[in-house]
């Protein structure tokens, strides 16, 4: 019998998915999105599956072993307004805490956004003032009772946030992490009064330090918390019917799978969902082909992403960022701008513009077809050449280059008085440019050298736009892989279980020490990494891991006292010791340094430990990955086809899939066509075709 692992990622545009079979190989399927009922887009990918096979869906379904899955549902509820209303309880004296914020105004705007200094202003509050209450009772740094809960104060707190809207609660009182006494007898108080509301406790969700960023994300997870359950509640009773056997599970921010129950409760580590899979992926491949440092270039239909892989890890953050918020939660470091196919390009006072807006699946660009009338790259590309009308999804869906070029007309040639094909040149040169900032902002901004890195290009236009973007960096090669166009599917595909917990439990070195094992004595801190990981390894067992598959890796936030941002230092020692504490700190300088520059540390102002993170992973089940199925040689003759380049139509070989085998040299200007996605060899590049079927770009 046939056994499937199966792996979805339900984008903005489009819905990939992928399907490895017992034998490793890879099945590639897209289809569009459906933004009133995400199940569907999914289901259609896995309908292609099983017809590919011959089999009923049901059938097919019945043999998946493995279903994993990334979505944006909370991403999409948080950027468009529609979570739940919260109601949030604090300290007193302290319920201003989400509206005063934090002070720069520019987080995660794009520069030309930070540089109108006279419309900058913050972003209204994740919870509304009107929606917060202040409740007697006060815990200190150490974790001990100052003043006494007042449970008659609580009580007036909960039904007025009740009687005000709140549809459910978040709890964040200060220093809770220190003690959950009062988080605790709080939320149960709210059961007495409210039966059955949702409740997020800071204490256990989030027991770190940061009084802001702590009750920011607290209250986000809260209001996300009921629209995911639906969604997912949705989700799974849709695959069900349909034949599946095997519980799914959901891609989380941090590059790791959880079930279903358990990201329910933490719905807020979901919003980077989609997007970290594409890196998860690009690490395998690197472990795989020998490539230790990446920059992952995700162009899809809404959105541009960029991160890293370094010396053959991904580049985690200690924070996510969601909109202009900034959750305390970690995850894969990802970086991204309003610039794929869909970005709409427009004229303002005399000037081209290119994005954020984008068309979106309904009604897409212009060439789709649908009903859309403003010009997006996917319609730039399609006029300039690049794109085959014909082959968009596999033939599925037939592009009409005359609405693409009527729509560049009308909004971009005819106000900048162009034609048509240099209005389209403008529209892609100027996406290209916005893409090549970003990866140096990601790079030479954070102190990497972009001729270090190989570059990834995936996503349903990345291969198509990388020769541009990737030359433009200096990066030695650009690689496609052959799962390019459904990447980040893969990469769920290719996740482990994971569970982190953390918690903040300061400890600093007093000035001038050199014995830092005395101020951070390790018998705590080993004290303090066994209980988590404890913790870690409960919850994975819960979701299903033999005890046997779990590793576990520590790590530490630490900053010189004084400052406000961390850093994070990996432990490797399993039982750490003196001299284990002193090489923490040492190595913790050494990070300090490449990041600001050699001399910025300043030793003998002492080091403070602010949190501890275990990270627990187990495997997940899935095949070994085969090598593509290529082409022998024996195919016909690539053909040609004009594009426009430089203010001028020039001849292009084209490829298509069963021209590719092992070794095989490209020369550009080339055009790749694949059943789902384009690649494109610049006029001064060459390509070379791997055994794994990835295309690996060069310079000539």
Known sequence: MPKYYVASDIGGTFTDTVVIDSGGAVGRYKSSTVPDDPARGVLDTLELAAAERGVPLAAFLDDVDVFSHGTTVATNAMLEGRTRSVGLIQTRGFGDTLTVMRGFKGIGLEEEEIKRFRTLVKQPPAVPRRLTAEVTERIDYAGRVVRALDEADVRRAITELRDAGAEVFAVSLLWSFANSTHEKRIAEIIE???????????????????????????????????????????????????????????????????????????????????????????????????????????????????????????????????????LALPSVAVRAIGAGAGSVASVYNGTLQVGPESAGAYPGPACYGRGGTRPTVADADLVLGYLNPGNFLGGRLALDVDKARAAIDEHVAAPSGLSVEQAAEGIKTIVDARMADLVRQVTVEQGYDPTDFTVFAYGGAGPLHAFSYGSELGCPQVVVPITASVHSAFGIGCSDLTMVEEISKPMQTPPGTTDHAAALPPEELNATFAELTARARDGLVAAGASEDSISCTKFVEIR?????????????????????????????????????????????????????????????????????????????????????????????????????????????????????????????????????????????
């Not at 509640?233 to 921010?253: I, K, V, W």
């Not at 432990?571 to 002193?582: C, F, K, L, R």
């Not at 300088?589 to 002492?606: N, Q």
């Open 192 to 326: 007495e009064e409210v039966p059955g509301a949702s409740v997020t406790l800071s204490s256990e969700f989030l027991p770190r330090i940061g009084e802001y960023e702590r009750t920011l994300t607290t209250a986000v997870n809260a209001s996300l918390r009921p629209v995911l359950k639906t969604s997912l509640d949705s989700f799974e009773n849709t695959l069900t019917a349909a034949g599946l056997r095997s519980g799914p599970l959901l891609m989380q921010s941090n590059g790791g799978l959880a079930t279903f129950d358990q990201v329910e409760k933490r719905a807020a580590a979901t919003v980077l969902s989609g997007p970290v899979g594409g890196v998860v992926a690009s690490q395998f491949l690197g472990d795989r082909n020998g490539y230790r440092n990446i920059v992952t270039t995700d162009m899809g239909g809404t959105s541009f992403d960029v991160g890293l892989v370094l010396d053959g890890r991904p580049v985690m953050s200690n924070t996510t960022l969601i909109g202009r918020d900034e």
């Open 560 to 700: 010189f006292r004084a400052q406000i941002h961390v850093l994070t230092v990996p432990i490797e020692a399993d039982t750490i010791t003196a001299s284990d504490v002193d090489a923490m700190v040492q190595q913790f300088v050494e990070i300090y340094e490449g990041r600001f520059g050699k001399g910025a540390a300043f030793l003998d102002g002492g080091v403070e430990i602010t949190t501890f993170r275990v990270v627990a992973a187990s495997p997940v089940p899935r095949a070994d990955f085969d090598t593509a199925a290529l082409g022998t040689g024996t195919a016909p003759q690539p053909g040609t086809r004009e594009v426009f380049s430089g203010g001028r139509w020039h001849d292009a070989a084209v490829y298509r899939a069963e021209h590719l085998r092992d070794g095989l040299r490209i020369e550009g200007l080339a055009i790749v066509e694949l059943r789902d996605t384009t690649v494109v060899v610049g006029p001064d590049q060459v390509a070379e075709v791997d055994r794994f079927g990835d295309i690996i770009i060069q310079k000539r």
